[in-house]
């Protein structure tokens, strides 16, 4: 059972989101709140598998409440849900370590599949969103691609091929499976890919991934 925070400060959208995560398979809301200080305890209490955050909510906004369960729960997956997609948004709460973010207009579907593939491990963004990364990322290319590609030579050859399956969407277990590997072997070679690389969560190993050209596009 994934078990996840909602914390809104509408409480007919915590109602609407709360009914979606109702549909899906597996999933069961622990807590719904309406501000950021309120889900910072609950997921301290509670200890949910996954946090849905709104970005805009009263006493401490969603971006600083993120931030905080992050550094008191590393395990807890983050994501940022939000009718907002400004992209100092997605880059602030990329930053602070969120695994996902999705646009409250989105398909239904994607907020499950979300849910499902942070639980997992594996980070996700809305197709919308993905797309304005991806293209704030094709903007300075060139210069970032060099970047990025100098970071990657400090992994071997074993720890690149994991970070290329990250940069694909890949969770743990996909990857475990693809390589033939117990997926604690994966977890330990991922710490070691954020920490040789600089970055806070997979998110961030992702974009490198795909700067230095690893996934969508050529190495």
């Known amino acids: ?24 398979e597996g999933i069961e809301v622990v807590a719904e709140v309406g501000d950021g ?9 509670t200890r949910p598998d996954v946090v849905l955050l709104d970005i805009r909510m009263p006493v401490l906004d969603g971006l600083a409440a993120a931030e905080e369960i992050r550094r008191l729960l590393p395990e807890t997956g983050v994501i940022m849900l939000t009718t907002f997609g400004e992209d100092a948004y997605i880059e602030r709460a990329l930053g602070l370590g969120a695994s996902g973010f999705l646009l409250k ?24 969103v993905a797309h304005r990364v991806i293209s704030r990322l094709s ?3 060139l210069s970032r691609g060099v970047a990025a590609r100098e ?9 690149r091929e994991v970070l290329t399956l990250l940069g694909g969407g890949l969770s743990n277990a996909d990857i475990a499976a693809r390589m033939y590997v117990v997926e ?36």
């Open 1 to 24: 059972m994934t078990r996840v925070l909602l914390a809104d400060d509408e409480a007919m959208i915590r109602a609407g989101v709360a009914a979606i995560l109702a549909t899906g």
């Open 139 to 141: 903007g300075g290319q």
């Open 151 to 159: 970071r990657i030579e400090a992994l071997t050859a074993r720890e």
């Open 184 to 219: 604690g072997t994966v977890k330990a070679h991922v710490s070691t890919i954020l920490t040789r690389l600089g970055v806070r969560n997979r998110v961030q190993a992702a974009i490198t991934a795909y700067e230095a050209g690893l996934v969508g596009g050529e190495a």
């Open 37 to 45: 200080r309120a889900a910072v305890e609950q997921a301290l209490a």
């Open 105 to 128: 207009a989105g398909d239904p579907r994607e907020l499950l599949a979300g849910i499902r593939a942070v639980a997992d491990g594996a980070a996700f963004l809305s197709p919308k």
